[in-house]
């Protein structure tokens, strides 16, 4: 649903421009609860997703779980649906939780079933990538300079 991938496509730009050796990548766009196991023993989880925060179409918006509540409303029509914040909430309960867990919300400009990302989400690609990967401490490969 265009903007809705916004975050795969977060994760091929840094994996493209970034060295990503020592940390682990994951789209979990479609994993539902099992988000919570890929939480499990981990130092710090670094969550890119489309989200409507009421800003401008296309602002990348960082925050933690406390900063933050969710009011989506799920249709409990598939095993994949989930909503992030409630499965965030969910596993801090647990005695694995990650040390640190940091949010970056990007403002969708449009949802329309079966097309690419928005222009304007694409444009900012370089952008998103690089707070992503600056917050995650993933330095940028030696044969590239960093953006913005």
Do not use: W
């Amino acid at each position: 649903m265009e903007d809705e991938g916004i975050g795969p496509r977060v994760i091929a730009e840094i994996e493209a421009r970034y060295d990503c050796a020592a940390i682990d990548l994951l789209d979990c766009g479609t994993a539902g609860f099992a988000f919570i196991h890929l939480l499990e023993n981990r130092e710090k989880a670094v969550i890119i997703d489309c989200a409507f925060m009421d800003a401008e179409p296309g602002q990348i918006t960082r925050f933690t779980p406390d900063e933050v509540s969710t009011t989506k409303k799920l249709a409990h029509a598939s095993l994949h649906e989930a909503d992030i914040m409630g499965i965030v909430e969910l596993h801090r309960r647990t005695s694995q939780n990650p040390a640190e867990i940091i949010i970056f919300g990007i403002q969708p400009f449009n949802l329309r079933q079966g097309r690419p990302l928005s222009p304007l989400l694409e444009k900012n690609m370089a952008l998103y990538a690089s707070a992503v990967a600056r917050e995650a401490g993933i330095p940028p490969r030696k044969n590239r300079k960093p953006d913005a």
